[in-house]
């Protein structure tokens, strides 16, 4: 019997889940414990973020919000490996990377409160916004892909989906496009294990999800997600590849979902207390906080000051956010074509006349 | 004892939940399927409960993916079983319509009978619950012009239940829309009979004569409301749910119209191409003798309907169908 | 001298090549992506040449899949491009409706103008040619109920030429439905001269005083054939060609009706909800005064359109729209 | 470095281009030379089938036809190892499995003569019709397999599809699915290096077609299309495997299409003639011959009996063709729905009118 084709698919971690090294062969940023002290900071950030945020959906000053407790290390570890350029398509959870790209935190919240204005955000004008419709963000990336192979710009185009997401057609179809055209193309698989109230076995029989890749052609490998310097790691070496011309990557980055799926939301449903409790231990600001104490660059009194400072922080952006007026009603009719047909010209006097009357 | 004095009040959603219960103790080939119907119930809990009842070859979850879902029901219903497939919000039927139109509409015709596809796509339908982008979509229109589908949307617990019914007996692809505004909105007696409703009939609610308002869905409550509103001032509305869109039964909104010479027609929808319009052009082909005013539409403007802070803006209202009314009533 | 006198008689496919390859030229980010559109020059040859001329980067084939045609367009769209997609035939469009309702349709109002959407999807449309199933459907109803599209229906070389140019430079998303039964139907001059028709007006083909006929596409040929028919009889039809359906140019239609009084929508989509509905409906709203007669609509039958053999019994045709005016003249 | 997963696909031949034997562990069915005789002599049924069609079309007596010149192997092989409860979902080129299956010449026919009553076919009732909209039948085979599954039943659902087809997004919903539920589907990956004009190496990076199984975490094969020992033996074991329980397959059949696409496209716009040329030395019909004929169980005064008789039987089924009158113009209103809705009768009113004046 001849072979007609063998696979191997890595599996990429550095710090075990209690904080310690697993190997040597560390990364030339991971070497620099500011750096890594920084990416830590920033995971700090968000999770001061996502507590208050979840705590404004309780008081009813948000609306329906999905938080990113647990995704911290993927989402730094995304967002901070990439170039101001390059684009990043994220699903509606990844505000750890489009921080530290630019996105405001009031954006975010603005986004959630209902209203579109926080889509018009500060990160990088080419980003894409929040996509709601589970993996199609990912062909939107495809072709930003392609439209930089095609101007040859050093770019990459990045996107998350989530595990339920990789069952998505939208998100074979972005492989597939990426292996065809040998596009700058990475895909982050955010495997959180749960897709809403589906688990991860429940999505698919491949083994990994990392594989989803093969069926396109492209290079695939399985990051401990909790593990910032993996997903860096990994993330930097296949912009890499990627930017220079070497074609697409998929990246699955294991980890979970602490967090309901939305406010909207009970786990308690059909997740065991067990489960989450045990993923507790392997989540990802514990082993970074002890690995960079055992370096000696961080401290408890260092991590209660500069939480105290993303408490402020934040705090300034829920009420910048809080401050925002409605939008006028003539939003919803301004920004659907760039000139106004006359139909439309009609029905926006229609909608003034009812403002008028209220 | 009659079970019909003695039902509990329930919701819109409650009935449906009960609808598919009693269709699958009744009918061994009757299966739900969709993302999170499982264990979860559905993000709305329509089908809570079911899988501990019915087990999980009855209830099944599945991949987070639309086309999948749509790909194998029609493959189910083609062979043998009646899966009621859920998805999860009307934002996401876009990937269904390939299969909807191409294959679940067509199989009878296109094999003259040998393979047919009794299936049900439950859809939780509009606006008007401040839920995120793609969570409120007023998009039956698209399937009014697919032939070989019935388009379906109940407007009370009672029709819910009724008219779920229908449609898992039916032997032919339904789309149920239900409007998610009203799944809690109020309670209502549903005897658990097994009585479907029929799938052919518009139903009138209320008895007018000045004017007719026709309508479905969520807007079925504030048409109601505005009939009501204007029955204080005199003027008398019938109130005419439609229920069924595709086929529509058009003779009982021309009777309608016969009686009281006007009509506002009000949906959700952005109003061009909406279904609306072919209400209003049936009009215009059938009653122009027995119409004082001309047809006006209450509907949703022709922009995506916005994210919450402008939502209500959006949306018909009851002041928007009164000053509508109104409107027809200064012509005479 | 000038090319208007000296420009050869070309066809309607070949309008179409003409006009990409003006864009392309004139436009760098201008590109054509779709099936088979590369060194085939697509099914139906409206691609023929240009990747030879323009490049492979500036024509690429696709993986047979629509959803991704789809998805990369909006990518490409979005990121500085001008794609051109071709969808194979009208029949294979629905996979690719998710892309266009949820994300071309919406990026600028999503964003807010941060992000746009500047594409066209050129869509082989209807029927009449003898093709297999899935290759002879009028689905253009089911766009026009999608806010933040545009829908464009060229019906002569001309018009094809004019329209498509002003559909790529348009900055936002449109889609672009070409009769394949007038491909290659007959040919006219139309100078490569670079200028582009208005997207938003309705074109009246032959004035008239007794009739209007408001049709697009393919049955435009029969609505002018039928005017012809008529006049040997005395009667004067004024035909529209409604050219662009969304935004509609509702004016042009009232203002003919406003003379003739009568009106006969044609059309190849099932009737029910077809776009039809959405003129006869504004006419009932805005009309009802002017009009002498019922509106009346000549258009398919609420069924898939059916394999050849009965294709020609499902379609509107010269006979029907002549008996549908003289059932309106019969009315006074 | 861990690794995470690995995979290997292997690559089944039994017959040589040149009709030799290339290992000696034959599978039972083909230790059996009138087996291989039966299935040889069906194959060439199929092709004086699809000479005659074409004939036919170019004559102006059938409308597009999908030739299936070179598929033989692969049709047969497929078609001949399904049980008749199995369901068969084929594209629109897969007349050997179909006739093997019970349906007839006529009705290929009529199909493609524009008439719908071609998919009222004589093949088993459950069997799908051609599939026009390339992939999704996929996904109804899948469906079928869950039904199957759920009921207990130890029925298959298989279907094909061509190279083009595995780029479809339905292809891969429908292993994934099949994947997740472990269902009796096997998936028949018709790649006959061409998708219209759109070559194999350019709608996929995958090295194999058979790989597209990965991603759903199915069992994948490779196997030479053109060699029908090859084509049953991977069947026979997919099936039964399937049939089994244990779960569904990916079989990529790499073969050639020596015709045009349709009758409506002209190939030697956008293909080399050489490839065609070499392609004909590897057809699946030549070797077999060779092979049979080494094992003295055929002679070429057999092979033009046969032919003649396939000529003869072929000859019937268009005379049944050419005799079939249009249908009536109320069919196209009488299958729609099982009760005609008032609204459609009006209509089919009408049509019956417009027929009275003809
Ligand atoms: C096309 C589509 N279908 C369904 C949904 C509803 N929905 C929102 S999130 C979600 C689960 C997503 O799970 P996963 O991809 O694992 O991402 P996670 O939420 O875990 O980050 C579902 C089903 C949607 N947004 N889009
Ligand atoms: C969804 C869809 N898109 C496009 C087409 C037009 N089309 C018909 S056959 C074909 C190529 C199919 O190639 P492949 O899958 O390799 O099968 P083959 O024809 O080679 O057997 C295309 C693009 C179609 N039928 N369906
Ligand atoms: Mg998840
Ligand atoms: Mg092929």
């Known amino acids: 019997m001849r072979t007609a084709a063998t696979f191997e698919i890595d599996y990429v971690q550095y710090l075990g889940e209690d904080g310690r090294l697993l190997r040597e062969d560390l990364p030339d940023f991971a070497r620099d414990p500011k750096v890594l002290l920084a990416l830590f900071k920033q995971m700090l950030l968000v999770r001061a973020f996502d507590t208050k945020a979840v705590a404004l959906q309780r008081t009813g000053k948000l609306g329906t919000y999905a938080s ?12 901070s490996a990439m170039q101001i350029d390059d684009v990043l398509a994220p699903s509606y959870r990844e505000y750890g990377a489009q921080f530290v790209r630019g996105v405001k935190p009031r954006e975010v919240l603005l986004y959630w409160g209902g209203d579109e204005r926080g889509n018009h955000f500060s990160g990088p004008a080419h980003d894409y916004p929040w996509c709601v419709p589970i993996g199609t963000q990912c062909l939107h990336a495809a072709g930003a892909a392609l439209a930089f192979k095609l101007r040859d710009e050093p770019r990459v185009a990045v996107a998350c989906v989530g595990d339920g997401g990789s069952s998505k057609t939208d998100t074979y179809a972005a492989i597939n496009a990426a292996g065809a055209y040998g596009l700058p193309f990475v895909l982050c698989i955010i495997n959180n294990q749960w897709a809403i109230s589906v688990p991860r076995k429940a999505q698919t029989g491949a083994r990994t999800l990392a594989q989803k890749g093969l069926a396109g052609g492209l290079d695939c490998v399985q990051v401990d997600g909790n593990d910032l310097i993996a997903v860096r790691a990994a993330m930097d070496h296949a912009l890499k590849r990627a930017r220079a011309g070497h074609g697409g990557s998929v990246l699955e980055l294991v980890t979970y979902r602490l967090s309901d799926h939305t406010t909207a939301d009970d786990a308690r449903r059909y997740r065991p207390d067990e489960e989450v409790k045990a993923a507790w231990t392997r989540e990802p600001l514990v082993r970074m906080r002890t690995y960079l104490t055992g370096l000696g660059v961080w401290s408890e009194a260092e991590e209660l000051a500069w939480r105290e400072e993303c408490n402020r922080r934040v705090d300034e952006e829920v009420n910048a ?12 009719f301004d920004h659907l074509y760039e000139t106004l047909p006359l139909d439309l010209a009609a029905q926006r006097e229609e909608a003034i006349e009812w403002e008028a009357r209220r | 004892m009659s079970s019909a004095t003695t039902a509990p009040a329930i919701t819109l959603i409650e009935a449906i939940t009960q609808a598919l219960a009693y269709e699958m103790t009744n009918d061994p080939s009757v299966l739900v399927l969709g993302e999170d119907v499982g264990v979860n119930g559905g993000v709305f809990r329509a089908t809570a409960g079911l899988q501990l009842r019915f087990g999980m070859e009855r209830v099944l979850d599945t991949p987070l993916d639309e086309t999948t879902i749509a790909g194998l029901t029609v493959g189910l219903a083609t062979q043998g079983m009646k899966p009621v497939a859920e998805v999860q919000f009307d934002g996401f039927v876009y990937p269904m319509l390939d299969h909807l139109v191409c294959h679940a509409a067509r199989f009878r015709n296109r094999t003259r009978g040998r393979l047919t596809c009794p299936m049900v796509l439950r859809v939780p339908w ?3 619950i401040r839920a995120p982008e793609h969570h409120s979509e007023a998009n039956e229109a698209m399937f009014t012009n697919v032939p070989g589908l019935r388009v379906v949307m109940p407007s009370s617990p009672q029709r819910a239940y009724g008219l779920l019914l ?104 952005c109003r061009t191409a909406g279904f609306g319009a072919e209400i209003a052009a049936r009009l215009a082909e059938h009653a122009m003798y027995d119409l004082v005013a001309p047809v006006e539409r209450v509907t949703g403007y022709d922009v995506p309907i916005p994210l919450f802070r402008l939502e209500m803006k959006y949306l018909p209202s009851v002041e928007k169908i009164v000053a509508a009314v109104r409107r027809t009533l200064a012509v005479s």
Chains 1, 4 share one sequence.
């Open chain 2, 166 to 269: 229908a449609a898992i007996r039916d032997p032919d692809p339904v789309i149920y829309l239900e409007p998610k505004r009203l799944y809690r909105q109020y309670k209502e007696e549903v005897p658990d009979d097994g009585e479907a409703l029929p799938l052919d009939v518009c139903f009138v609610l209320r008895e007018g004569s000045d004017v007719t308002l026709v309508t479905w869905g969520a807007q079925v409550k504030e048409c109601l409301e505005a009939a009501e509103t204007l029955a204080a001032e005199g003027i008398s509305a019938e109130v005419v749910d439609v229920a069924t869109l595709k086929p529509l039964d058009f003779d009982t909104i021309h009777e309608s119209v016969r009686k009281t010479g006007r009509c506002v027609i009000v949906h959700e929808a």
């Open chain 1, 68 to 79: 990113c407790l647990g995704h911290e290390a993927a989402h730094i570890g995304i967002g």
């Open chain 2, 126 to 128: 509009g606006g008007g």
């Open chain 1, 321 to 332: 956010y809080l401050a925002v007026p409605p939008p006028p009603v003539t939003d919803m």
